[in-house]
């Protein structure tokens, strides 16, 4: 199986930034697709990020492109999520996930982390 366990969440002012991590435990990080998601209070899970096993291809929903960056390095068997221009609607609790394929991804990850906080203040 697949342990994963996100880092970095904390308190941040609008417009600055803040860098998740996300370790995962298991025979094969490389092979899998990994991703982020989040759900901010009272509101249904959202998809934010993924990336394919080899790091080559992302994807991003339309709230957090062209702010959030994942990236991943596979020797450190570990995604990251850099957040920049931070905004108050960004605040939720963000998830790590991964599948099989970055569709699944987005789509229904078999693999969940517990989450991290991240609160933006303004």
């Known amino acids: 199986q697949v342990q994963l366990v996100e880092s970095g969440g904390g308190l941040v002012q609008a417009g600055g930034s803040l860098r998740l991590s996300c370790a995962a435990s298991g025979r094969a990080f490389s092979i899998y697709a990994m991703g982020w998601f989040r759900q901010a209070p009272g509101k249904e899970r959202e998809f934010v990020a993924a990336?394919?096993?080899?790091?080559?291809?992302?994807l991003y929903s339309d709230s957090v492109k062209g702010r959030f960056t994942i990236s991943r390095d596979n020797a450190k068997n570990t995604v990251y999520l850099q957040m920049n221009t931070l905004k108050p609607e960004d605040t939720a609790v963000y998830y790590c996930a991964a599948g099989r394929s970055t569709a699944q991804v987005t789509r229904d990850p078999p693999y969940w982390g517990q989450g991290t906080q991240v609160t933006v203040s303004s």
């Open positions: 990336i394919n096993w080899s790091g080559t291809s992302t």
